[in-house]
Every structure is written in C-alpha cells, then in structure tokens.
C-alpha cells in the first residue's frame, strides 16, 4: 500500500545518526513554493527556496513563502542551499531565507546564480555563491552533491543527486525531456543511468504534468506558429510571457528580426532578467534588433514588438495594466496580443479577465488554447516512465505538484514496478527518514502559508484573510451609540454606517430602536458589564437582522461608548 500522509501525524523522533531526514516545506500540493530540508548528523542542506503567488482567495498578498519555523534555531546548521534553476517558484524565497543568516552558501549554475544575485541587490544582500556545471561533483557538509544537465524552459537547469550515510536521493528539479531544444541542452539519460547502476534509495521526482498522457511538445514547434503571427500582424504585436523565460524571448527576436520589426523589454524583471541572460550569453539578440521602450513611439506599428511581463494576469504586470488602460503602450484594434505561456493553477480567472480587457481594447489574443504558442517545462507522462525504468529507484517521493499530480506520479511509478509500499505520497512538512534503503514517513512537522504583505513577513493571518474576503464581498456596517453608563439610556445614536451594502440608508431605520433596547437592558442587567461585552450585543443583534433581512453577512463593526 502506498505510503500517504495522513491528518493527525505525530511530532517526528529524534534523528538517529546515519540517518537521512528528508522534509519538503513548499511544492507538494501546490504549483510554487518549492523547498526541501535535508538533514543528517546535524546538518542541513536546502534545496530550492521558492515562492507562490497568491490567488483570488488571498486579497492584498504579494507574495506567500515557505514556512521556516521548522528550521528556527538551526541556521547556523545549514551548510548550503542548492538551486536547481532561476525561475521563482525555486529561487524566489532566498532572500527572506538570507535575512536569517546572510552567509549561508548559494549553490547553482552560473544563469542562476547571475538571476538571484540581482534579485538580492535589491534586498541589499550580497551572497556567498559557487557556480557548478553538469558532471560536477562538490562535498558540502556530509552532503557530496553531484549535479546533472537536465532540460527545462530556463537555461542552465540542474538536478542533485545526493550521496550521504543514509542513503541516496535524486532531486530532479523541473525538467522535460525535449530531445531536440533550443540551446541543444538535453536531459543527461546517460548520467541518469549511471546513477540508476549505482542505486538510487529516493527519487523525487517533477510531478506537474504526470497526469498529460505522450510526452511534451518540443520547444522548436512553437517557432513556426510565432513565424506566421508575425507574418499575419498589420499593427503591432504584444508578446507575454514570463520574464526568465530565455528561450520563449529568444524565439520572439528571431521572429522579429525575420519581419523586420523591432523589440522592446516591457517590465522590470523582463528588462532586467534578458539583460543578464544576454550579457552571459544565453540570449542572442540579432543585430539592430533591440531598442527602447521609449523610443517606440517613434516607429510605425508594423515595426513594433513588445516582450511584456503579466503572462499570469498578475495585477501590477505589464500586460494587466495594458488591458485595464493603466500603461503608457496604449493597446488599440489591429494590435495582436500573444500569451506565451500556460495557466498557472488558481490563475485562470485573473487570466481570462486579461484577455477580455484586451479583446475589449479591439486586440486580437492568442494563446495556448487557439494556437501552439506555448510548450510546457514539464516531463508528461511518458517521459517519467522512461525515468523509471532508468533509474530503478528503490523508493519515489513525487513533489512539484497540486494533489492530482502527485497522485498520478505515484500510479506510473508503480505503472513501472516501484513497490506500492514504496511510492511515498507526502505534504507539505510530512518528514521522511532514510535508512538502509528504506524510506519511511516518520511524522509532521508544522508548515503553514507564509505571507508578505507590502514590507511585512508573516503578520497576515488566515483571519486577517477572512477579513478581507468578508470587506470585498459582503461589505460592513459601523454602529456607534454612546449610553448613559448609570441609566443605561441612549445619550447618543445608534449611528449606522454602511459600505458596500447596496440597499438604500433607509432600511437600517427599522434595526435602530431594537439595537436601542438591547443595550438599554444589557447595561441595567448588569451592572458589571464590559464595554467589549457591549459591542458584542450590538454586533449579534446587527448580525442576525442582517442576515434575515440583507440576506448578507456583512463585517459589522460595532462602536459603544459609555458617558
């Protein structure tokens, strides 16, 4: 039977020496958020530190983290974080992990290093980092690390196999198998199958597209459909995509340099990202190809491509404030607006309201759904049986996933042979103890939603969420009465305010005198009442009629004062 996490999981042990404890703090039932704790004899090696960006649920979150009080009190255990590749949902929490112990070692190839080395300047951090390459093979701590090319939409991916007392682990990071990519990097099988003949005790194992039957379309399909978008555009054309994607924009410039047409960065992080992409020689920009946002105005529309951020509808992207009429590119008919990339998941709506604002404007959107203008990152389904039958693993921890996907990750593993009782389906903070080759879920620890906020780290909390959720959707209604503390009569009110409650001022007249008379009776009842517990009369008796009358359940925000 395969080993599932289930609610009500007890504290874990004590570490036994020689053993390996593997626990995941992001990345396992989500698509973000990616971070995993190794630990053995005291030490500790990360592996990713990413990010998730919130969903409509989450209102006014910028960003949400993992959860590092599993590490609290042991950061000068920590011997080095291992980053697998630039894109955030692996990179994106190293900062606010750097905040607790700033010379922690970065590990990763020479692109990822290069992306969050300029992410950290604008923290004020500056990193102790060690560029590795495929094939390279470095001791950190008990931890000997050696690190394997594999293919993904960003240059320079990486997965770590690990060599410690308790065993063996391969971390695949993100990967696809594209036998055919842009940069002609592929996924190392060879260094897959040798590390298969030496053993390999856990696989843990890119879970994102384990539920897409075939395999994953080549990256160079896509080059033909941009060919003939550009070819058709008469006006000018608005390309989306996500800001580390290298290979995305490097086929949006060839296309353009094929049309005659010109290419300007639109978004912080796209100019920023393509600029290190392409001083390290990862982006080849055709000669005279490249020009200023602000020299665009100065070209016809024929001429004109932008490379935009917002591919995700993110609120204060590019591309969102394009469609909302927020941005200096003003987006008119004639102009085609492409999104290069798929749905995150949770992202769909904020997406489809993108794309009706565009529509709206007069643009022609394409997108993956009426073209092949995207290829996913991710190994589907017959890519991760070819892994398995490769490597063999004695045990597999799929992660990088929502639920479904891990489940189905779990069905090919044993699709391939992998022991039931071997495939470990874990949560967010379920601990894994390896030993003898054996992998075992041996408890949970504690691992929340970590949210920032503007400047603050962790204050928001899932209350303060309700709140919100409540101010958005239902409204409030303020009450302020100031009572005689002795007579317990109204000097003064009930006041009501309301916002966001759509019915007219005049049917909070009828609440009034009932609001009236039960605190007249609460403050003659008795006499050693509270001022909280006044409001809190107020509040159940605005509640209920709100609720009866209204049909609504509004914040009510009850204001007594006693004279």
Wanted: charged share 25%; proline share 5%.
């Amino acid at each position: 039977m395969t080993q599932t996490a289930q609610p009500g999981l007890h504290t874990p042990p004590s570490l036994e020496p020689g053993t390996l404890r593997v626990v995941p703090l992001g990345g396992l039932g989500e698509v973000g958020r990616n971070m995993t704790v190794f630990e053995i004899d005291g030490k500790i090696l990360i592996v990713d530190a990413g990010v998730l960006f919130p969903d409509e649920t989450q209102p006014g979150v910028d960003l949400i983290l993992p959860d590092f009080s599993y590490l609290e009190g042991r950061f000068d255990d920590i011997v080095a974080i291992v980053l697998t590749h630039g894109h955030e949902d692996h990179i994106g929490a190293v900062p606010y992990l750097l905040r607790r112990r700033q010379d922690i070692p970065l590990i990763g190839s020479q692109l990822t290093l290069a992306l969050i080395e300029a992410k950290l300047a604008e923290h004020r951090i500056k990193p102790f980092s060690m560029t590795v390459e495929e094939g390279r093979i470095e001791q950190l701590g008990p931890f000997e690390c050696e690190f394997v090319a594999v293919n993904h939409s960003i240059p320079d991916a990486l997965a770590v196999f690990l060599r410690t007392a308790g065993g063996t682990v391969l971390h695949t990071g993100d990967f696809k198998m594209d036998q055919l990519p842009l940069d002609g990097r592929i996924t190392d099988l060879r260094a897959f199958a040798r590390l298969g003949e030496e053993g390999i005790d856990l696989f843990m194992v890119d879970s994102t597209n384990a539920d897409v039957p075939g395999f994953t379309t080549a990256e160079r399909e896509i080059g033909p459909t941009l060919d003939r978008l550009f070819g058709q555009a008469e006006k000018r054309i608005i390309v989306a995509s996500f800001s580390s994607h290298v290979h995305r924009v490097q086929q949006v410039l060839d296309a353009a340099a094929a049309h005659g047409r010109k290419v300007a960065f639109v978004g912080r992080s796209m100019v920023r990202n393509m600029g290190i992409a392409a001083e390290l020689g990862y982006l080849h920009v055709p000669d005279n190809t490249l020009v200023d946002l602000k020299n665009i105005e100065k070209l016809p529309d024929s001429e004109v491509v932008l490379m935009s951020t917002g591919s995700q509808g993110e609120p204060m992207a590019a591309l969102s404030r394009m469609a909302n009429g927020d941005h200096r590119v003003q987006v008119g008919t004639g102009d085609t607006v492409i999104l290069a990339s798929s749905l995150i998941p949770g992202n769909e709506n904020a997406v489809f309201r993108v794309i009706n604002g565009l529509l709206k404007l007069g643009a022609d959107v394409i997108h993956k759904g009426n073209a092949k203008v995207h290829v996913s990152g991710h190994a589907a389904a017959g890519e991760l049986l070819y892994c398995y039958n490769i490597l063999k693993p004695r045990n597999v921890m799929p992660v990088h996933g929502e639920t479904r996907h891990l489940i189905a990750n779990g069905k090919l593993a044993e699709l391939a042979g992998v022991p039931p009782q071997h495939i470990i389906l874990a949560d967010d903070g379920t601990v894994v103890d390896l030993k003898d080759h054996d992998a075992k879920i041996v408890g949970q620890v504690e691992c929340g939603l970590v949210y920032v906020d503007g400047s603050s780290v962790g204050e928001v909390t899932e209350t303060d969420l309700k709140d919100r959720r409540i101010l958005s959707e239902e409204g409030f209604i303020s009450i302020v009465t100031v009572v005689n503390q002795t007579t317990g009569k109204i000097v003064s009110g009930p006041e009501i305010q309301a916002r966001g409650v759509a019915e007219d001022p005049s049917v909070f007249e009828e609440i009034v005198p009932k609001i009236a008379e039960t605190l007249e009776e609460a403050v003659t009842t008795s006499k050693e009442h509270t001022n909280y517990q006044l409001q809190q009369v107020v509040r159940r008796v605005v509640g209920t009629w709100a609720s009866r009358k209204l049909r609504r359940r509004p914040m009510i925000i009850p204001l007594v004062l006693e004279v």
